[in-house]
């Protein structure tokens, strides 16, 4: 177990505390070593991140820019070596006979598809798209589809396929973000239609816990893009803040997607939670504003000191100030960053201390979501926060 996964792993624990044991099953993992934005994963890698978080993962291949045929042997390899802990999807370009190789890596055992619109440069309208999902309803298996950055809002297509074939169970990646401003109105008539929780913003996490159905969320890491410990620790405290219920929050966890793979649709989990009865803290606000300006300067490649300053004296509220325990626990992750930052790893583009300013940035946006045992947890003082 990695030491960020060590120090990570109480904040998973507090979370068991209040919902029970959970059957953790990442939706959306891969493995590969050819992708053109340098990220790399060996199964063993993947493993060990699933293993730190007590899951269970799908697997398909990172972006194979000469093709898939051989991405998908390696991943049905790895997943007939752990059957108890992988399931591999296979993934297809469209520009490179992709049904045709979906229907071989079906045959040989993948449960599963995975499209890439932003990688393979290509719209979900396009007919070889239809004819995928044609053969998912037919096969009674999901289709994963890329729904984050970089791309065009695909949702209308989607929503279109998955109406037509109602026994394919189409999985929109990264909470959604080109279309949840309006999907989550169309999901409760929509069954067949699950967005996975592979994303960092808390803001958006927490939209989707609070208006989608629960049935229709599966959680998701992204690994190596994130790892699998820390996703839940964020994803499953947005859930909890948005109000999600222990029962729905394991069909979220696991439960939902684990259905779905034995071939059944998902399981009504009761209705959303809704939007929050009372407004956002206004000093926590304010810690929230300035770590997202540090994180978006370490994505653009810049010093993000100053607005990680101004997010730690964004923290001195003092020992007895209002949220001060939430406030402290920010200062610990951000003490953290600074002590353990260096270099990214080979194949990473950001320092593996940025997940814990990503979860500075949750617990500074879910103040209502109990927090572990910190004995060591720095004061919100103005002396701790310029130390």
């Known amino acids: 177990m990695s030491e960020i996964d060590v120090q990570m792993r109480p904040w998973l624990e507090r979370i068991v505390q209040d919902t029970g044991s959970l059957d953790l099953y990442d939706a959306h993992t891969h493995i590969g070593s050819n992708d053109p934005d340098g990220y790399k994963q060996t199964t063993a890698e993947l493993i060990e991140g699933l293993d730190s ?22 991943v049905l390899a790895a997943a007939a070596e752990q059957p108890e802990r992988l399931v591999a999807f296979c993934r297809v370009s469209p520009h490179d006979d992709a049904l045709g190789e979906a229907r071989r890596a079906l045959d040989a055992g993948a449960r ?21 999902v044609a053969l998912a309803h037919e096969r009674r298996v999901p289709v994963l589809i890329h729904a984050g950055r970089g791309i065009p809002a695909l949702g209308q297509s989607t929503v279109q396929l998955a109406e037509r074939h109602p026994r394919a169970t189409l999985i929109l990646a990264h909470a959604a973000i080109s279309d949840l401003a309006w999907l989550w109105r169309v999901l409760p008539a929509h069954p067949n239609l699950l967005i996975d929780t592979s994303w960092w913003n808390p803001v958006d996490l927490i939209a989707l816990f609070a208006l989608a159905p629960p049935a229709n969320i599966v959680w998701a890491s992204d690994s190596p893009y994130a790892k699998p410990l820390p996703s839940a620790v964020w994803g499953l405290r947005c859930a909890l803040q948005a109000g999600c219920t222990p029962a729905q929050l394991r069909g979220i966890a696991g439960g939902t997607l684990a259905g779905v793979l034995a071939g059944h649709p998902p399981q009504a989990l009761g209705p959303p939670p809704g939007p929050p009865g009372a407004p956002f803290d206004l000093l926590l606000e304010r810690v929230v504003s300035h770590l997202w300006g540090a994180l978006a300067r370490l994505a653009a490649g810049t010093d993000p000191v100053e607005s990680l300053g101004l997010a730690r004296l964004s923290c001195a509220v003092g020992a007895d100030g209002p949220l001060a325990a939430v406030h402290a626990a920010v200062l610990e992750q951000l003490d953290r960053f600074e002590a353990e930052l260096a270099p990214p790893p080979p194949g990473m583009r950001f320092p593996a201390a940025t997940l814990h300013m990503v979860l500075a940035l949750n617990i500074a946006r879910t103040p209502d979501v109990p927090l572990p045992a910190r004995p060591d947890a720095p004061p919100p003082t103005r002396g701790e926060a310029e130390a």
């Open 112 to 132: 599963g598809i995975k499209l890439h619109p932003r990688a393979e440069r290509f719209g979900m309208d396009e007919p070889v798209v239809a004819e995928l």
């Open 53 to 74: 978080a007590g899951a269970r993962g799908v697997v398909f291949p990172m972006h194979e820019p000469g093709g898939y045929r051989a991405a998908n042997d390696a």
